[in-house]
């Protein structure tokens, strides 16, 4: 009964090919969000999502692209891979959008671009 | 904009001693502050949050932070150390839904 799930867990490709992150809650919750975590462990917000709208939408290149089909899923598309795209990539839900809401981490994707 | 500065990349510890991880912030507006841990190759886990009630949060696993406005901090504590306690912590700071992380510190406990 995993409250965050992440697909797929490892991710090894080519540069220049298309790939994609899938994520899924059921919590029942409003808003999701992707984050990017480098090799130094820094952890930066880079889509926030609540009832499928877009609402945060940090400096990415425009080759990322989220996409929300309902509630409970947020999944994320990258064109063209490059290298400095390696990294793992963590899907998030909240209950709500709001500063004091509690954020659920999924267990992380981990993408190795070659 | 709001930002938390983790002072410390890598605290080491003897298991039982005393754990303080430091956290200072930066935010135009009362903050909401967090603690989350990370165990390796997993994703963060809340530890404890502050959302301007009581001034020191007690959270999991016997962690516990005070949330200093006159110093901008909010580090977190732990009496005695376990081994299970090693992990990566990150202190993070929101606003609204805006939720800015430090740059986490590493905590190595020794047997």
């Known amino acids: 009964d995993t409250a965050v799930s992440q697909t797929p867990k490892y991710l090894v490709t080519q540069m220049g090919n298309d790939k994609s992150i899938k994520c899924e809650q059921n919590?029942?919750?409003?808003?999701m969000y992707w984050y990017k975590q480098d090799s130094k462990k820094f952890l930066k917000i880079m889509f926030s999502y609540n009832n499928k709208e877009l609402i945060i939408n940090e400096t990415v290149p425009n080759r990322f692209s989220p996409k929300s089909p309902d509630k409970a899923h947020l999944n994320l598309h990258i064109n063209s891979l490059e290298l400095g795209d390696s990294a793992v990539y963590f899907c998030a839900s909240s209950p709500f959008i709001g500063g004091s809401e509690t954020q659920y981490f999924g267990p992380g994707t981990r993408l190795l671009v070659l | 904009a709001q930002s938390v500065t983790q002072l410390g990349s890598h605290v080491s510890v003897s298991e039982g001693a005393l754990v303080l991880l430091r956290c200072n912030y930066s935010s135009s507006v009362p903050p909401y502050l967090f603690w989350y841990v990370q165990y390796p190759n997993q994703g963060l886990q809340l530890l404890l949050k502050?959302?301007?009630?009581?001034?020191l949060v007690k959270g999991i696993n016997g962690f516990e932070a005070e949330f200093k406005k006159s110093e901008t901090s909010f580090h977190l504590t732990k009496p005695s150390a376990h081994m299970s306690d090693a992990a990566e912590y990150f202190c993070?700071?929101?606003?609204?839904?805006?939720?800015?992380f430090g740059a986490g510190t590493r905590l190595t406990v020794k047997p």
């Open positions: 993070a700071v929101s606003n609204n839904n805006d939720m800015r």
């Open positions: 919590l029942g919750h409003d808003t």
């Open positions: 502050y959302t301007s009630a009581a001034t």
